[in-house]
């Protein structure tokens, strides 16, 4: 079936430092992609999103690139803020009709140090 | 416009007993889907309600069951409980199909089973 593998976290880096958050996904046919993100204590929100391959999905200064060829949708953000600290989770919606769901890898939390 | 509602927050309950969540969707959203999250299996789909009907069911025991209504409310009830049903289950609407992706999601409802 559908699957999501996200790196191992947490992570911790400082303000204005470079992000990397690694996605790699199982699936059949053409997925999908999606990247949430849930604030402390708050319901998982969309971050971005790519419908189809080489597609970039960008918001809030985040950006990640469907990438067919390595199955990959890695998340990046070139500074981060203290205001970025959060889980951050990477989806899929696979499958056809009554078969599609929504998958999540297990999420990363992220903190980020003034 | 109103977010996702989901009540009660947190509750408590022990083992063998049931409990019903109730989730208000979006004005307007006709798709309401379920997850279970906790530290150990990340998020899990649970089922997708649209249009008053069950659309798709994870792998998860009978005792887990839900029910849309016409004004698009769900309700997700779990029977006999057990230590390892205690989560955070959150509920999200979308407009559509949960296939397109973009969902909206609650603060979720903390069980704790003891």
């Known amino acids: 079936g559908d699957s999501v593998t996200q790196m191992e976290g947490p992570v911790t880096l400082s303000e204005e430092a470079f992000l990397t958050i690694n996605c790699t996904y199982t699936?059949?046919?053409?997925?999908?992609l999606f990247w949430y993100v849930q604030y402390p204590g708050e319901g998982l929100q969309l971050l971005l999103k790519?419908?189809?391959?080489?597609d970039k999905g960008s918001n809030k200064g985040f950006e990640a690139t469907y990438r067919k060829e390595t199955t990959s949708f890695h998340l990046e953000k070139g500074s981060v803020q203290v205001s970025d600290s959060a889980v951050y989770f990477c989806a899929l919606v696979g499958g056809s009709g009554a078969n599609s769901k929504l998958t999540f890898g297990k999420g990363i939390t992220l903190s980020v140090r003034p | 416009k109103a977010g996702v509602t989901q009540t009660p927050r947190y509750l408590i309950k022990t083992r063998g007993q049931q409990v019903t969540l109730s989730c208000s969707p979006i004005s307007g959203h006709r798709s309401v889907s379920w997850y279970q999250q906790t530290p150990g299996q990340g998020l899990q789909f649970l089922f997708e309600y649209f249009s008053e009907t069950q659309r798709n069911k994870g792998n998860f025991p009978g005792r887990f069951s839900g029910r849309q209504f016409s004004n698009s409310r769900s309700e997700m009830n779990v029977s006999t409980l057990e230590l390892g049903d205690s989560a955070l289950y959150l509920c999200a609407s979308s407009m559509d199909r949960v296939t397109a992706g973009e969902l909206f999601f609650g603060e979720g409802s903390r069980l704790t089973v003891l």
């Open positions: 699936a059949t046919g053409y997925p999908s």
């Open positions: 790519a419908t189809k391959a080489d």
